[in-house]
């Protein structure tokens, strides 16, 4: 990457192709609750708006992973820390107490979701401090300890229901919506996902975004230049645990329950190979994973209780073959191109 590059600003213009498939698909996500419903399969609704979340954090996790070069196996605790912010201000809600003798509980949907993207930029700024001193396996292996620490400190919570987790019994309330109804919900979570595909296609065009990309790439350069990489990866890292501590207080409002399962390093796993599957440093790329992962398992389960056995050599052909995810694939058939 030339010097000149780098010190670029500004979003890069979407091409013709690319605007009409990008139109394309908003207009699939507004019609799909409706068509589904029309066809008689309301399930698909409540599916749908688990793809949106997962892609939520996938894209979260793939502005470390992807534009910051940060293999990150901790995400899982941005993950469910936010879920469990949601949780514990439900419940302090329920029984009229203060959290710490001092915070107030809530069921309103824009404090919960502000106070879980305050909790998880607040512990991936803690997280990220300690473990961006390292690379490579270091940096991996100390991610991981963290987000198993606070696996278990959350199993041992038996006040929040330890191993068995914790019940929300009703979804947070928002401007007099019924957010029981799961086509109100999929549109909450719809409109919340565009504003943060929205924030990430900023994030990555800016002079912040290139900077981004030039340590990926070299970091020695960069730093010789002049440019402070600790600094810029500790921003990315922050606000991708951001975007993944949302994700987790919509997942907790979906499921109306939260357990420590939600913390577990598979679930890092899990979120990783969404990026890999749709494209690493795509745009669009985590929310193909997404939607690939969550419908392929939910085929999967339908068929055999082994469905692991038949999803693994599946993930395997398309990463072998497919050059760059889905995302990539759908760009060599022409449709859209790929965004980076």
């Known amino acids: 990457m030339s010097d000149d590059a780098i010190i670029q600003t500004g979003s890069p213009a979407p091409s013709t192709g690319r605007a009409l498939m990008l139109l394309a698909l ?40 992807g534009f910051g070069g940060m293999v990150s196996f901790g995400h899982a605790a941005f993950f469910g820390v936010g879920g469990y912010v949601v949780g514990i201000l439900y419940r302090n809600y329920v029984d009229d107490s203060l959290f710490l003798g001092l915070i107030p509980g809530t069921s309103q949907l824009l404090i919960t979701l502000s106070a879980a993207i305050l909790v998880g930029g607040l512990l991936a700024l803690l997280i990220g401090a300690l473990s961006l001193r390292t690379s490579g396996v270091q940096f991996i292996m100390i991610t991981l300890a963290f987000a198993q620490m606070l696996f278990f400190l959350f199993v041992s919570l038996k006040a929040y229901g330890g191993d068995d987790g914790m019940t929300i019994r009703r979804r947070n309330e928002l401007f007099g919506l019924n957010t029981r109804d799961d086509i109100t919900f999929y549109f909450i979570c719809l409109s919340i996902g565009v ?140 449709i859209g191109r790929s965004a980076r």
Request: hydrophobic letters at 60%.
């Open 195 to 334: 504003l943060v595909f929205l924030a990430l296609w900023r994030i990555v065009g800016s002079r912040f975004g290139m900077v981004l990309a030039g340590i990926r790439q070299n970091e020695r350069r960069m730093a010789a230049i002049g440019i402070a990489p600790y600094r810029y990866k500790l921003a990315a890292f922050v606000i991708s645990g951001m975007g993944t501590g949302l994700a987790g207080a919509l997942m907790a409002n979906y499921l109306r329950f939260v357990s420590p399962d939600m913390l577990h390093w598979t679930k890092s796993g899990e979120l990783m190979i969404m990026v890999i599957l749709g494209g690493v440093g795509t745009l669009l790329g985590p929310l193909f994973g997404a939607a690939a992962l969550v419908i392929l398992e939910t085929v999967l389960t339908s068929w055999t209780e082994h469905w692991q056995l038949v999803l693994g050599p599946i993930l395997l052909l398309v990463v072998l073959f497919t050059q760059g995810g889905l995302n990539g694939l759908f760009s060599r058939l022409g």
């Open 26 to 65: 908003a207009l699939g996500l507004i019609a799909l609750p409706f068509v589904v419903q029309a066809l008689g399969q309301p399930a698909l609704v409540p599916l749908a708006t688990r793809v949106l979340i997962y892609a939520i954090a996938a894209a979260s996790l793939n502005l470390a992973l």
